[in-house]
């Protein structure tokens, strides 16, 4: 998800979205059952995803000390 992410631009919940429904239509292809749950999980959980990944981004970039400068020879 996060190299989708990386490698097209798309968002993170739009990366997640695209992944989760790759995994819905293959097991579903495989007979596995499907419910609208499924979707709900698949398209409102993305976003919450997506919102807490920035969170938990911020929250490292507050507690974590900033890198020494590397010294050139």
């Given amino acids: 998800m996060l190299t989708i992410s990386d490698r097209t ?15 819905l239509v ?6 596995g059952p499907v419910f609208i749950v499924t979707f709900f999980y698949t398209f409102i959980l993305s976003p919450i ?3 807490s990944l920035k969170l938990f981004a911020r929250l490292r970039d507050m507690l974590c000390e900033p890198k020494p400068a ?3 020879v």
């Fill in 9 to 23: 631009g798309f968002s993170v919940s739009k990366a997640r979205i695209v992944v989760e429904c790759l995994v």
């Fill in 26 to 31: 293959i097991g579903y292809l495989l007979g």
């Fill in 49 to 51: 995803f997506q919102v």
């Fill in 70 to 72: 590397e010294a050139k």
